[in-house]
Nanobody
């Protein structure tokens, strides 16, 4: 399985940025796809995840209302659209995949199996 993230960069506070993650080597539609981030000196945190429907996607409180996750199953790609970026959003962003193993899916607590290499997002004030 390979997850290739791209789209990071340097932006100013208030600006927008989009990330994408192309997946290969897995049955994309059988996996939840997620974005994590890790800021300097902090633990990695799950910020968004989606399985079947974007309307039931999970968002961390820190990004809710500003970030949007979506997926294109035809392209095996997951996206993260980030608006109103703030300096505290500065982090390395990772995409991850998690195989769905049960009928009941908890995107927040489920196990994620594979990770991309990470892409750096830097927000200047």
């Amino acid at each position: 399985v390979q997850l290739q993230a791209s789209g990071g960069g340097l932006v100013q506070a208030g600006e927008s940025l989009s990330l994408s993650c192309a997946a290969s080597g897995l049955i994309f539609t059988s996996n939840a796809m997620a974005w994590f981030r890790q800021a300097p000196g902090k633990e990695r945190e799950l910020i968004a995840s989606v399985f079947r429907s974007v309307t039931s996607a999970y968002y961390a409180d820190s990004v809710k209302g500003r970030f949007t996750i979506s997926r294109d199953n035809a392209k095996n790609t997951v996206y993260l659209y980030m608006n109103s970026l703030q300096p505290e959003d500065t982090a390395v962003y990772y995409c991850a995949s998690g195989k769905i193993r049960s009928i009941i899916v908890d995107l927040r607590t489920m196990k994620y199996d594979y990770w991309g290499q990470g892409t750096l997002v830097t927000v200047s004030s």
